[in-house]
């Protein structure tokens, strides 16, 4: 039942957040062409948008209004793409496809890709900073948003991430152990998905203490996610996953199932999910959608 | 007697923001050795630091606390350095010296330059929404001051000038007159400038009129200061200039001195410099040094 509600909420936000994304992306006139062109690229190519619905998500959960959170919703989905289209650079992961369609820079050139995504991290912290207020939500709020995705976006969290997965492939990192892979999902995908129900969360009033379980949840929602992301490297379908599949393993990338096995990961994937639920509690039945999404996470084959 | 003035306080100033600087990017226990180190290596290299300078300018001159606007001096450096990292890759600029260094890719690599300037710009929003709370500025100037260095970033300004920038090298453009190197230098130069004298003033607490006159003053300095930049790669001295000269003319670059000629750029100089000069008259005296970094700035030689 709730799994059912949860697909027709992701649908529902997944339509309101792109429909808003677009209307960002293309309202100015001053963007060269050329750029705009690559930015609507990179943003509207059809992926699940998980990020936003959470933001969406949680702010409904404490009790807030989701039209205030769904500029955070936009930003947060333009930080997740401009690093997408970074991370597929020649000189990073060099992936030729992403959702199914070439990546950025095949279709547009390195030097438009890289630029590109750089336009991409400025415009979210824009739209947070005038969206929101204009949305009705406070200035202190609103600067807290800023600080959440500031941080989960820079060089401890986001960007270390992808340094150390780098690391990592080319065994100069250290130990290939479980800290070392944790440190690396922590980095690139937790932090982020950890900011989205913080950001919602804030926007919606939430008390320090909701504030903090919400933060928690998306941890761990976002290291079961990326542990799932791992195993779908290895257990996938290419066509469903829309990009190249057993890359992590061409790439000796640094995964839960590089260190822990197939079953060990599994099980690891299992414990996050869990505790993601455990943080769920003191929302009671507000968190239903929240929980849905945690099992969605884990049993996903795409 | 002002420039005698001037060239203490860009001291003083800069001696300042480095320390500043240096502070901010070696706090972080959790930033990847690599990345800190690379990012300290791109940010901490002995530029004159003028940006900075005008943020702590531009609040001083309007009655401000300089330890108010330090944060905001040290974010736009943040940015000013990201975008240096990533114009020099060899996707885009393919520059190998930068003050008279390696440039970070030829020190690092490439995938870590890219990442470098990421993290270097999510760093900036951090620490405006982070620090300037910290030194006491409000929450409604701070958020003023995400709002300018987000816009003045971003694909209308900072990365739309540099993707113009490109397609005038590669010709594909369109026209190459004057109005299409001015939008160039517009969005490459003068918009991030235009921002550093509005956030000095929004901290200071300038009036909106005031900080019409100060976006102006910056906005005209910037033009001036990127026309110079033009005249120096064809007149300046490479050790001076501590980067590559001729490079402009080598790959074809849409400059002032490439459409209207040495003279005529001068010319264009010297006028944008009278206009500098007369958005600072409302300030009187306590424009002075703003008026002296405005000579100053045009006759450069480095």
């Known amino acids: 039942m709730s799994r059912h509600e ?23 006139e001053s963007v060269p062409p050329l750029l705009s062109e690559a930015m609507q690229y990179a943003v509207l190519s059809g992926g699940k948008r998980i990020r936003p ?24 989905e333009l930080i997740h793409s401009y690093s997408l289209v970074h991370d597929d650079l020649p000189a990073i992961d060099n992936d030729e496809f992403r959702r199914g369609r070439p990546t950025c820079h095949k ?12 336009a991409l991290q400025a415009l979210a912290f824009e739209i ?52 070392a892979v944790r440190a690396i999902h922590e980095g690139k995908t937790a932090a ?15 008390a320090p203490s909701l504030l903090a ?35 992590d393993m061409a790439q000796k990338k640094l995964t839960y199932p590089s260190i822990l096995g197939l079953e060990g990961a599994r099980q690891r994937a299992e414990e996050a999910c869990t505790r993601a639920l455990e943080a769920l509690r003191p929302l009671g039945e507000k968190g239903v959608l929240l929980a849905a999404l945690a099992q969605f996470v884990i049993e996903r084959q795409q």
């Open 53 to 76: 619905f959470l933001v969406l998500e949680s702010c409904r959960a404490v009790g807030g209004r989701e039209t205030e959170a769904l500029p955070a919703a936009a930003a947060v």
């Open 107 to 118: 279709v547009f050139g390195e030097a438009i890709a890289i630029l590109c995504g750089d």
């Open 128 to 179: 947070l900073s005038t969206d929101l207020i204009r949305q009705g939500v406070s200035t202190e709020r609103a600067l807290d948003c800023v600080r959440e995705l500031a941080r989960a976006a820079g060089p401890t969290a986001l960007v270390g991430g992808q340094v150390l997965d780098l690391l990592g492939e080319k065994r100069e990192g250290g130990e290939r152990n479980e800290a």
């Open 213 to 247: 379980h919400l933060g928690n949840y998306g941890y761990w929602l976002g290291l079961a996610f990326q542990i799932q992301d791992d195993l779908l490297d290895i257990t996938g379908d290419p066509e469903k996953l829309g990009k190249t599949a057993r890359k």
């Open 192 to 206: 982020l998905i950890r900011a989205c129900c913080r950001m919602g969360g804030i926007i919606g009033g939430a």
């Open 6 to 28: 949860l697909e027709r909420q992701l649908e529902r936000d997944r339509q309101r957040v792109e429909g808003y994304l677009q209307m960002r992306l293309s309202q100015e």
